[in-house]
């Protein structure tokens, strides 16, 4: 039994040595752009939250949309 155990650490060891990718710069890259987009922030007027891709900045101030900013 204790036979079978070390063959299948060693087929599973010599799978992770030859055949598991490393990750690639760019999926690096792209985890990081994923992980900045997940940041939200919170609308100076109404309180909604939106990602800071969609906020607007105005007088040091994120606002959710036109509208909220020019009030």
């Known amino acids: 039994m204790l036979k079978w155990i070390i063959f299948a650490l060693c087929i599973v060891g010599i799978y992770y040595f030859f055949f598991k990718k ?3 710069p ?3 890259d792209k ?3 994923h992980q900045k987009d997940s940041i ?5 007027k109404c309180g909604t939250y939106v ?5 607007i900045l105005q007088d040091g101030k994120y606002y959710c949309s036109k509208e909220c900013a020019q009030c």
């Open 22 to 24: 490393p990750k690639s």
């Open 26 to 28: 760019k999926q690096e």
């Open 31 to 33: 985890e990081k752009k």
């Open 40 to 44: 939200l922030l919170e609308c100076s």
């Open 51 to 55: 990602s800071s891709d969609e906020a």
